[in-house]
């Protein structure tokens, strides 16, 4: 297993369409993180599973967003209604206890 | 609210330098202190962390510092090369919350 991968890497959508993101974590870990980054910022926390369970959801997850982790295993992001203000660079991580392993992210074109 | 303040914004330094990095976090409840390396157009990368009741830690030429009662820690590049051109961040985590809160970033150059 080298690592979290995260499907696609680019995406390009127009206004008012939905896009759904893939993560497949490191398969020993059973926590599974999404953040969102825009350009020259820090990530920001948007949600968080442990195995199936969905433990905690940021404020800046608006009801436009809907992420699942069926089984325990990957996970999904979906956004419906992409707004321009949606484009960004969405990280997937996963990780034991404390530590978290990033992917390599999806970037998020709204046009 | 900005929990954690990083600073500076950007760093430029000759090969060899030591590029130091501070952080500073309010909240006290924050028990787990990473850093992350990040290149362009790439998720961060998991450098070093540390735990408040340690007071340096090192890997390879990386060393965080940590001092518990200013809530300030760093990360001190020691014979920076090129390569380590990239942008680090500064993060903390409260065990009963799990997510990591991120600084603004750190822009490092370092010229040949």
């Known amino acids: 297993d080298t690592g979290v991968s995260q499907d696609p890497r680019h995406k390009i959508t127009k206004r008012g369409q939905n896009v759904t993101f893939r993560c497949d974590p490191i398969s020993e870990h059973n926590r599974l993180y999404w953040y969102r980054q825009t350009l020259g910022q820090g990530p920001e926390f948007l949600t968080y599973f442990q195995n199936e369970a969905q433990l905690e959801k940021s404020r800046l997850l608006s009801d436009r967003f809907s992420a699942e982790r069926p089984k325990g295993s990957f996970s999904t992001l979906e956004i419906q209604r992409t707004e321009q203000g949606d484009s960004a660079m969405y990280l997937c991580?996963?990780?034991?206890?404390?530590?978290?392993?990033f992917g390599p992210g999806t970037r998020l074109t709204v046009t | 609210q900005q929990q954690v303040k990083q600073s500076p914004q950007s760093l430029i330094v000759q090969k060899g330098g030591i590029p130091i990095i501070n952080c500073a976090y309010e909240n006290t409840a924050f028990d787990y202190f990473p850093w992350y390396q990040q290149f362009p157009g790439k998720g961060p990368a998991l450098l070093i962390a540390?735990?408040?009741?340690?007071s340096e830690k090192k890997e390879g030429r990386f060393t965080i510092s940590f001092n518990k009662s200013a809530k300030q820690f760093s990360l001190h590049i020691m014979d920076s090369q090129p390569g380590d051109s990239a942008t680090y961040f500064c993060?903390?985590?409260?065990?009963?919350?799990?997510?990591?809160?991120f600084g603004g970033g750190t822009r490092v150059l370092v010229k040949p």
């Open positions: 540390i735990r408040p009741d340690v």
């Open positions: 991580a996963s990780g034991p206890l404390y530590e978290q392993y």
């Open positions: 993060a903390a985590l409260k065990a009963a919350g799990n997510k990591l809160t």
